[in-house]
């Protein structure tokens, strides 16, 4: 039997860990909805639990969306989770081959060197002892760079990097530690009775040339043993909760349970998933724009977990998902703020009787500009010359008496007055009879995709023009303008479309490409969901964000949202900033 | 005397400054400063969506907060559908969404 007390220590901090992460999980997982724990168990024998195993290899071992971000980055997350994770499997093997049983206590693997007496070979040992100190220089080289982005995080492409609570800190230190002491123990050990590979067997060397190795290396075990220990009875209680929680989530992500807009279960598997890693930090504009730097998404949750107050930084978010984007644990962090916006208004069905019932023509396509697309008359104006030109017979849902769709007030929290609301909006475009629903305003398509449940295809006018092109019915001439195309975050981010607007671009302009392209594009700063900025701080981020499009000197400015239009074009005379249906209609 | 030169003095149409309860306009002043820009010119009514549909008036409604009608204020309240386009059209900057939400809370906190 291979047992020595200096064992214990890891062994208490193992078992308390492992006893604590069920109870919670199971606590969890019992406060799911019925309809949730329903989808669980039906999802649960499926490719669906492959596949979630295949996403925590690439997301909690090597870090694949990090790597985004920065190759050192993503490098030095993944020496730590997929260097902890070889070193764990790469020692239970090496421990088996050795000892043959397969219930070997835990301990075993992971104290090899010290039960393993070095004369004694076993069935490629050499190769085991290689590959063991290959992977512990791995990770020495993962600290390495980790100390070095405590220094100077612009390197690892990082410019500002999260505030820790000290709790936090101590518990770095300690999981800092860990990896040092395991190889000064192996080192000793190897000084003192042989064994190791390049380099712990060199270094023992070293050590043994001028340190009495032989009375060091018990004491090094027990210290390794104890950080070990110390560091999985502070896990539960530290940002490193997010370890065992995020693979937790990834299965339940998986199995088809989702975030809505409550704050549920799932909610706070996110929550604890979050490692604070601070990426979402650079992205967000109130940082880079106004200084703002207690309502990132990681503040913000940690405010939660920690029950600190939160209440400003409910409200004070663009919910540009800018983040979100670059998340790289995938957390729903849109809905997650959301779902601490309460229902505040006092509506009944009454509220809005005052709404008249539409008398809506019926045609095939129907085109509904949205609130903001009639504060911008030049897009509806460009919209009808191009239902004209490609001789498609329209009705025009909010031509007159045109309510909002809805989504402000959802932005807001407030979905019950936002269900009436949806549900007059809904009963006109279903009364319209029309087969495609065209929507000049991405908040609304958003609304219409997500909240009305209508069984039509619905579009926003770049996929629509895109459409008419490619269809022949569109004949635009290219012109030599230089564009730059501006993706609205609701459009891009939000629902994905980012190959329409540079078909269509490409077609009637000479498109520039920017680092903002895609789904990287800023928040013009007009969003309704932010409740607490200022006028003032909104046009100056809408100033930041429109100087970093101009610097890539485009004759014209395109966007694709009349509220981003209208938020840039309020600042700004210079440099013409259009709509895409401008474009295409000026060039038709 | 009625009405003999076509004038009369109508009592519900007297506003009684020291009675009214003024708490509602300093709390709005308190959590929305920019208030106090605004100079009446009714851009935010005119490009108003619930006000294109009935009586519901930003302007008039910023008037009753300061007057101290409360009662009133909180009757047309609700009728906004946050939108936001007054936001873009105000020349003073006056955060006229952040007013509405201002008020929505504070509705519901007093249940007026």
Redesign the interface.
């Known amino acids: 039997m291979y047992y020595d007390p200096f064992v214990l220590p890891f062994m208490i901090g193992l078992n308390i860990l492992c006893i604590y992460l069920v109870v919670t999980y199971v606590r969890w997982i019992r406060s799911f909805s019925r309809a949730d724990r329903h989808t669980i168990l039906k999802n649960m024998i499926s490719i669906k639990t492959l596949r979630a195993c295949k996403e925590i290899f690439l997301e909690s071992l090597v870090h694949h969306k990090i790597y985004r971000t920065s190759p050192f980055l993503g490098y030095m997350h993944m020496c730590f989770g997929l260097g902890w994770f070889l070193l764990i499997v790469v020692g239970k093997i090496e421990s088996l081959v050795y000892h043959t049983s397969l219930f070997n206590p835990p301990y075993f693997a992971i104290f090899f060197r010290f039960f393993h007496p070095a004369n004694e070979a076993f069935p490629h040992s050499n190769v085991f002892a290689f590959l063991m100190d290959l992977i512990l220089l791995m990770i020495l080289s993962g600290l390495a760079l980790a100390w070095f982005k405590r220094l100077y995080s612009r390197l690892l492409g990082m410019k500002r990097t999260t505030r820790h609570r000290p709790f936090d800190r101590l518990i770095l230190t300690v999981l800092w530690l860990i990896f040092p002491v395991r190889f000064l123990a192996e080192s000793f050990t190897s000084g003192s009775r042989g064994g190791g590979s390049f380099l712990t067997h060199s270094a023992g060397e070293f050590f043994a040339s001028f340190l009495p190795v032989e009375s060091l290396s018990y004491p090094m075990w027990w210290v390794y043993s104890s950080v070990l220990g110390i560091f999985f009875l502070l896990l539960p209680f530290s940002r490193y909760m997010h370890i065992p929680t995020e693979m937790v989530y990834i299965f339940l992500k998986n199995w088809g349970v989702k975030q809505g807009r409550k704050f549920t279960a799932i909610s706070k598997f996110q929550l604890y998933a979050c490692s604070r890693c601070g990426i979402c930090i650079d992205q967000c504009q109130l940082g880079s724009s106004l200084g703002l730097t207690t309502t990132q998404p990681v503040y913000f949750l940690k405010k939660i977990r920690h029950h600190e107050d939160y209440s400003q930084e409910i409200d004070n978010c663009l919910m540009c998902g800018r983040c979100e984007n670059a998340c790289p644990v995938d957390l729903h962090l849109n809905l997650l703020r959301l779902s601490q916006r309460k229902d505040?208004?006092?509506?009944t069905k009454n509220?809005?009787t005052?709404?008249?019932a539409p008398r809506i023509p019926k045609a095939r396509v129907a085109y509904f500009a949205g609130?903001?697309g009639?504060?911008t008359p030049g897009v509806i104006r460009a919209m009808r010359q191009l239902f004209e030109k490609a001789g498609i017979e329209y009705t025009f849902i909010d031509e007159q008496?045109?309510?909002?769709c809805?989504r402000?007030?959802m932005l807001?929290g407030?979905y019950n007055?936002a269900s009436i609301?949806v549900e007059r909006n809904r009963t006109a475009i279903l009364n319209s009879g029309a087969e495609i629903l065209v929507t000049s305003c991405p908040i609304c398509y958003t609304t219409f995709k997500e909240n009305y449940h209508l069984n039509l295809k619905i579009m926003h006018h770049t996929e629509y023009i895109a459409q008419l092109i490619s269809q022949g019915l569109l004949h635009p001439h290219a012109s030599e303008l230089r564009t730059v195309f501006h993706n609205p975050c609701e459009l891009g981010r939000g629902n994905g479309i980012c190959e329409s607007p540079m078909q269509v671009l490409q077609a009637v302009s000479r498109p520039v490409p920017t680092k903002y392209d895609g789904k990287k594009s800023l928040c013009c700063g007009?969003s309704?969901a932010n409740?607490?900025i200022?006028?003032?701080q909104r046009?100056r981020l809408s100033e930041d964000a429109l100087n970093a499009y101009l610097s890539y000197h485009p004759d014209v400015l395109v966007t694709a949202c009349p509220?981003c239009k209208?938020?840039f074009a309020?600042n700004h005379h210079t440099v013409p900033i259009k709509d895409i249906a401008e474009i295409v209609a000026e060039n038709c | 005397m009625n009405n003999i030169w076509g004038f009369t003095i109508s009592s519900a149409r007297v506003i009684d400054y020291d009675k009214n309860d003024r708490s509602f306009a300093q709390y709005m002043t308190d959590t929305v400063p920019s208030s106090q820009l605004c100079i009446g010119c009714g851009g935010c009514t005119a490009t108003c969506t619930a006000g294109a549909l009935t009586d519901f008036n930003i302007r008039k409604l910023q008037m009753l907060v300061k007057r101290g009608e409360n009662r009133e204020a909180g009757e047309q309240m609700h009728k906004c559908m946050l939108c936001g386009k007054c936001l873009l059209v105000c020349p003073r900057g006056v955060d006229t969404r952040r007013m509405i939400f201002a008020m929505l809370k504070y509705i519901d906190n007093q249940k007026l």
Request: with cysteine; proline share 8%; hydrophobic share 30%.
């Open positions: 505040y208004t006092h509506i509220t809005y005052y709404i008249p609130c903001m009639h504060l008496n045109g309510i909002c809805g402000p007030m807001s407030n007055a609301v007009g309704l409740l607490h200022t006028p003032t046009s509220l209208k938020t309020k």
